[in-house]
């Protein structure tokens, strides 16, 4: 079984950068594929970006493609997401995922971290 711990969400103005954090308990976490996900208020929750478990693939929702970057440090059974020239629209709660590549959810959930973007 694996626990994951989110953290680094907060309060940004619009074209601000925050980077999330995903930390993982367990032994096995190099061998998951990891994901984020988002739900926004009102909204199905939806998928943002995955990485493989060596990080050699990567994919990204459209609507955050090249300013989201998903990246992983098996070392520290951490997982990253670095978000950039955000937007009030990125406003949600950011959950982190074993997920099933390359877009679907996995069976471990963390609580999630909530990121509001002001305009």
């Known amino acids: 079984q694996v626990q994951l711990v989110e953290s680094g969400g907060g309060l940004v103005q619009a074209g601000g950068s925050l980077r999330l954090s995903c930390a993982a308990s367990?032994?096995?976490?190099?061998?998951?594929?990891m994901g984020w996900f988002r739900q926004a208020p009102g909204k199905e929750r939806e998928f943002v970006a995955s990485?493989?478990?060596?990080?050699?693939?990567?994919y990204y929702a459209d609507s955050v493609k090249g300013r989201f970057t998903i990246s992983r440090d098996n070392a520290k059974n951490t997982a990253y997401l670095q978000m950039n020239s955000l937007k009030p629209e990125d406003t949600a709660v950011y959950y982190c995922?074993?997920?099933?590549?390359?877009?679907?959810?996995?069976?471990?959930w963390g609580k999630g971290t909530l990121v509001t973007v002001s305009s």
């Open positions: 995922n074993t997920a099933i590549l390359p877009s679907s959810a996995g069976n471990y």
């Open positions: 367990g032994r096995t976490f190099s061998s998951y594929a």
């Open positions: 990485i493989s478990w060596s990080g050699g693939r990567r």
